[in-house]
DNA sequence: TTTCATATTTGAAACCATTACAAATTTATA
DNA sequence: TATAAATTTGTAATGGTTTCAAATATGAAA
């Protein structure tokens, strides 16, 4: 069961090792915990958002390493990247293709579970299709209460 | 007919003259030349591409001219930004909404013009949608010819 | 465990697209 | 023509990301 094995995963150490290991990359203590961090965290965080964190931890830690694992984690497919507001790029834990809103007054970005009926036949006007990025922008559902 | 004043407009000097007025813009020589670069190039150029194009008519220009005048077309929708890249911003002339395609192997983007049923209604899951982006990445119709 | 080769981490410097800013220039108006 | 306002220019600053070489940690072999 899928959805079983992700729950079991879940910020424990020994999932995230597994993780890891299974991606083929060798879990180091700053990757585990940069990976921990992701998968706690939902919010697409930035590479500042993840060192912020992760740094309370492992206060040695330099910010090269977290672009570094974050670039292996892209390459092994462990990790999305977004560049949904167009200054800095955010990273999504869930690789499965979905879409994104970026709310205009909070800043928060949501994943958006629809389908896109081209990027499943995997082709437009002829051309092949290997990625979708989906990036709504607007007002989310909490903010438009606020008024 | 819109599209018949399109034509008419697209290139000569007289019609992009009138697109910045009718938009509340000053026609100042720079901004004419940039947006008459925008007309005749359908190639979502970068900054670069642009000032190198039009540095060649008018060799005193810098390129925060050219950043000036792109930030200003932006803002009063005389042009779309798009960052499908990831490392730069390119602009569009054609406003309305519309997918967009990079070829992984010439980098060349296309347009694509289908429609998002979400973005047509508005809303998705309860959330306002006020602009949609969509970016297929993958292989254009000539690169696969070419095997 | 000790040694050695390899991989990883670190911090500083470089890079590059973009913005900020003040001085110079141009434009519009009277 | 004179004056005020807007625009352009060039340089410097900003900020996210990458490069790179030295320091450190890791893993395998002895």
Redesign the interface.
Known sequence: MVSNMKKISEGSTVGVKNVLKSAGIKPTYERLRILKYLEENNNHPTVNMIYDEVVKDIPTISKTTVYNSLNLFVEKDLVL?L?IT?TE?RYDRNTKPH?H?L??KCGKI?D?D?E?P??KKGY??????????????????EC?KIK
Chains 1, 2 share one sequence.
């Open positions: 990247p560049v167009g790029v879409h809103f709310c205009e949501y958006i629809i896109c081209y990027f437009v006007d002829g051309y092949k299709i290997k990625e979708l990025h989906g990036y709504f922008k607007g007002i989310c559902k438009l």
